[in-house]
């Protein structure tokens, strides 16, 4: 029986080499010199640092651009409040998203089952598989779950025909 996987994974090669040339445009600036300005990824989080809230938009907007130049879409980024950490400094956490919820995987089941298409959704750890009987079912499924869930960069893999 054809099916697909609908899985919400980032490069995370890329993303380090994005974190690391943000932090190197960061080091060279002029109007970084002598501030705290700073980025560092640890696991799936990265931490943007500052001395006030603009700098700390302007740290963002230095990784929002270096991600969008290594093609990773800015959509798997999960941006807290600020939080002050001594002093005047701030400091930021980033979540890069991986792995689908509960909640998405069941809006997208429930898409799946109000389109009335000859297709099964079932929900396994992070990912969605979506089964059914003809190969064009599916591709109907993939470009139904593109319209219906646009605010997060879904990506399909592992079809079997």
């Known amino acids: 029986m054809p099916s697909f ?10 993303v380090r080499n994005a974190v690391d040339n943000a932090a190197k445009e960061i080091g ?4 970084f010199k002598g501030t705290s300005a700073a980025v560092e990824l640890k696991d799936k989080e990265i931490t943007l640092f500052g001395d006030s809230d603009f700098q700390l938009s302007q740290v963002e907007d230095i990784l929002r651009n270096k991600l969008t130049k290594r093609n990773v879409d800015v959509r798997f980024l999960d941006v807290e409040k600020a939080q002050k950490i001594g002093g005047d400094k701030l400091k930021q956490t980033v979540k890069v998203r991986n792995g689908i919820d509960a909640t998405l995987a069941k809006q997208i089941q429930k898409h799946l089952k109000d389109s009335k298409l000859k297709v099964q959704a079932a929900i396994q750890g992070d990912a969605v598989r979506v089964s059914g009987a003809k190969r064009d079912d599916l591709q109907a499924a993939m470009a139904l779950i593109r319209k219906e869930v646009a605010d997060v960069p879904l990506s399909f893999n592992n079809f079997r025909d």
Request: zero cysteines; charged letters at 45%; glycine letters at 0%.
């Open 28 to 31: 060279t600036r002029f109007d």
């Open 5 to 14: 996987d609908t899985v919400l994974e980032a490069d995370f090669v890329e």
